[in-house]
Antibody, heavy 123, light 108 residues
Framework: QVHLVESGGGVVQPGRSLRLSCAAS????????MHWVRQAPGKGLEWVAA????????DYADSVKGRFTISRDNSKNTQFLQMNSLRADDTAVYYC????????????????WGQGTMVTVSS | EIVLTQSPGTLSLSPGERATLSCRASQNLDSRYLAWYQQKPGQAPRLLIY???SRGTAIPDRFSGSGSGTDFTLTISRLEPEDFVVYYC?????????FGGGTKVEIK
């Protein structure tokens, strides 16, 4: 069974940092590009970041560029999202998602999603 | 950035009826890079359609996608009770990847 499980969410003050994790199982993690997508309460979906299967290529939404860093550890089947300088408008459920095809970086649909982890930025 | 505009924002229909959801792109989009997702309350999105018209794994054939250029459509041929949720289109032809604002299908 293919699974993605996010963790690391919580309540954090503005300006502080948080690191999210996404543990993968049931597939060959090192063969797939991975993404983070977020959804503010009651709002739509917003793409956040992408990382290639080998971690050599990364891309970010302008809204998080310079503050968030995506990474992965293929030996542990886990990807990460390091979030620094958090702002109130970063409050959202953060989903990790897998691209549908092996070897694809960002030009692919997302066929597997985690259940999401909530991040609340508030003083 | 490619902006995706979904319409209508809310669609009120009855079970058994046909639903037609629209997604318009701000510039021409290769149809290989257009997807539709379904999201139920409290759940992650689920891939319905990719490449504008290919169904995802285990997606019922009452869901179909079509379109090209700037205009794309998701059609649900006969609405089942579990279909009354929110649908998003997404383009993955260029970064930043973008989603439409969503269409909520509600029971009339």
């Amino acid at each position: 069974q293919v699974h993605l499980v996010e963790s690391g969410g919580g309540v954090v003050q503005p300006g502080r940092s948080l690191r999210l994790s996404c543990a993968a199982s049931g597939f060959s993690f090192s063969n797939y590009g991975m993404h983070w997508v977020r959804q503010a309460p009651g709002k739509g979906l917003e793409w956040v970041a992408a990382i290639s299967n080998d971690g050599s290529r990364k891309d970010y939404a302008d809204s998080v560029k310079g503050r968030f860093t995506i990474s992965r550890d293929n030996s542990k089947n886990t990807q990460f999202l390091q979030m620094n300088s958090l702002r109130a408008d970063d409050t959202a459920v953060y989903y990790c998602a897998r691209v549908k095809s092996r070897g694809t970086f960002w030009a692919d649909a997302f066929d597997i999603w985690g259940q999401g982890t909530m991040v609340t930025v508030s003083s | 950035e490619i902006v995706l505009t979904q319409s209508p924002g809310t669609l009120s229909l009855s079970p058994g009826e046909r639903a037609t959801l629209s997604c318009r792109a701000s510039q021409n989009l290769d149809s290989r890079y257009l997807a539709w997702y379904q999201q139920k309350p409290g759940q992650a999105p689920r891939l319905l359609i990719y490449g504008a018209s290919s169904r995802g794994t285990a997606i019922p054939d009452r869901f179909s996608g079509s379109g090209s250029g700037t205009d794309f459509t998701l059609t649900i041929s006969r609405l089942e009770p579990e279909d009354f949720v929110v649908y998003y289109c997404q383009q993955y032809g260029s970064t930043p990847l973008t989603f439409g604002g969503g269409t909520k299908v509600e029971i009339k």
